[in-house]
């Protein structure tokens, strides 16, 4: 059985075409060269049906035909062609010259439209680098190392408030003994001192003996003396500083003014007293 759209032979049980896959039972079966006597003096209906549909097969071009008839199934996969259409003026497989490769885009203007102004790539990453400044003031804040030695004097005045409480309670036949229960219950003891320590210089409106003797002063972002709410600000906001396992301690030795949580928040931090 030959197929009406490649032309490929077939066995007569086959069902499609062997080279292109097509349904076989619409096509016309091909008589073999010498099987039938000319007929062109044949008067058999059969025999001049069989003449007809070979002359109709070999006189109707095969796209014409493929075009004309009805398809018996759809094909499965859409015919995408694989070659892109070359530009204008350049012959397809050719390399394109150098002027076309470097040809801008065309860009689409309207009176409507609104240009985006782009600055330097330069200037782009020198803004990108830039951080707003906190401190408005000249005064600039005083070094890690500075405030934790103004800490430190603080500290000790406070420990020794504290070695204070521990003697007189030796003294009065009390019975000191250190364990799991007595040192916390002492570190609890010091935390209480520090901060009524700080609550008394922030109620009085000054700084404590640690910044004073290391010649640093409070300020506000402005340049200005802090008020005392600004004070009180800071003392809560320094212990929520140290609660935090002193990661708002650290962040002074991250942060690009040098600035404490505690700074942040309360908006207040240690200068050098210049004047003193």
């Known amino acids: 059985m030959e197929c009406r759209y490649c032309r490929a032979l077939n066995s007569d049980d086959e069902h499609r075409c062997g080279r292109c896959g097509r349904r ?8 073999a060269p010498g099987s039938y006597p000319p007929l062109t003096t044949a008067t ?36 995408i062609p694989n070659v892109m259409p070359a530009p204008d003026g350049v012959r397809p497989g050719a390399a394109p010259s150098a002027r076309a490769q470097h040809r801008p885009a065309a860009r689409r203007s ?4 609104q ?20 401190i408005f003031c ?28 521990v003697a007189s309670f030796a003294i009065g036949g009390g019975e000191m003994v250190l364990d799991k229960h007595t040192i916390p219950a002492l570190a609890g003891i010091a935390g209480v001192l520090w901060f009524f320590y700080q609550l008394l210089f922030c109620l009085g409106d000054g700084d404590t003996p640690g910044m004073q003797w290391t010649q640093l002063r409070l300020v506000n972002f402005d340049g200005q003396l802090p008020d005392r709410e600004q004070r ?4 809560l906001a320094t212990g929520l500083s140290i609660v935090a396992a002193f990661l708002g301690v650290i962040w002074a030795l991250v942060d690009e003014e040098s600035l404490t949580w505690h700074d942040h928040i309360s908006k207040t931090f240690p200068t050098v007293n210049v004047g003193a």
């Open 138 to 165: 000249d005064a600039k804040a005083a070094s890690p190392t500075h405030r934790f030695l103004a800490a430190a004097l603080d500290g000790s005045l406070v420990l020794t408030a504290m070695g204070l409480f």
């Open 115 to 134: 240009a985006l102004a782009f600055h330097d790539s330069a200037a782009m990453q020198a803004i990108d680098a830039q951080v707003d400044a906190v």
């Open 44 to 79: 058999a209906p059969a025999l001049l049906e069989i003449r007809q549909a070979v002359e109709s097969i070999h006189s109707t071009p095969p796209v014409a035909e493929a075009k004309r008839r009805t398809a018996f199934q759809r094909t499965l996969f859409r015919e």
């Open 24 to 31: 076989l039972q619409a096509s016309v079966v091909r008589p």
């Open 232 to 235: 009180l600000r800071r003392l």
């Open 110 to 113: 309207s009176e409507d439209q």
